[in-house]
């Protein structure tokens, strides 16, 4: 069975810095991209970075300058630099791949990492 592990959350002051890191495990055939999402208290979860295959990469406009992701087969982290207090949610790591050769690629996600970021 696929499992995202999460781990690197926690409370840090504004200004600060933090690395999530998400390892995948189980049967993997090929990975397409991974992830992090996020999702603040009454709002709905937002796309924060992701990383081809390729190596391409993709940034909410919040973040953008401020966190890095970067990839190592089935292991994805995202840098967080100078954070502000508005960062603060439950960061989500998701990825989309295919177990096995004879299965469609699928969207897995992780159970999430509490990032909160005091003013």
């Known amino acids: 069975q696929l499992q995202l592990m999460e781990s690197g959350g926690g409370l840090v002051q504004s200004g600060g810095s933090l690395t999530l890191s998400c390892q995948a495990s189980?049967?993997?055939?090929?990975?397409?991209?991974m992830g992090w999402y996020r999702q603040a208290p009454e709002k709905e979860r937002e796309l924060v970075a992701t990383?081809?295959?390729?190596?391409d990469t993709h940034y909410a406009e919040a973040v953008k300058g401020r966190f890095t992701i970067s990839r190592d087969y089935a292991k994805v982290s995202l840098q967080m630099n100078s954070l502000k207090p508005e960062d603060t949610a439950r960061y989500y790591c998701?990825?989309?791949?295919?177990?096995?050769?004879?299965?469609?690629?699928?969207?897995?996600w992780g159970q999430g990492t509490q990032v909160t970021v005091s003013s």
């Open positions: 998701t990825t989309n791949l295919k177990t096995y050769a004879w299965v469609k690629a699928d969207d897995f």
């Open positions: 189980g049967p993997i055939f090929s990975i397409t991209s």
């Open positions: 990383i081809a295959k390729n190596g």
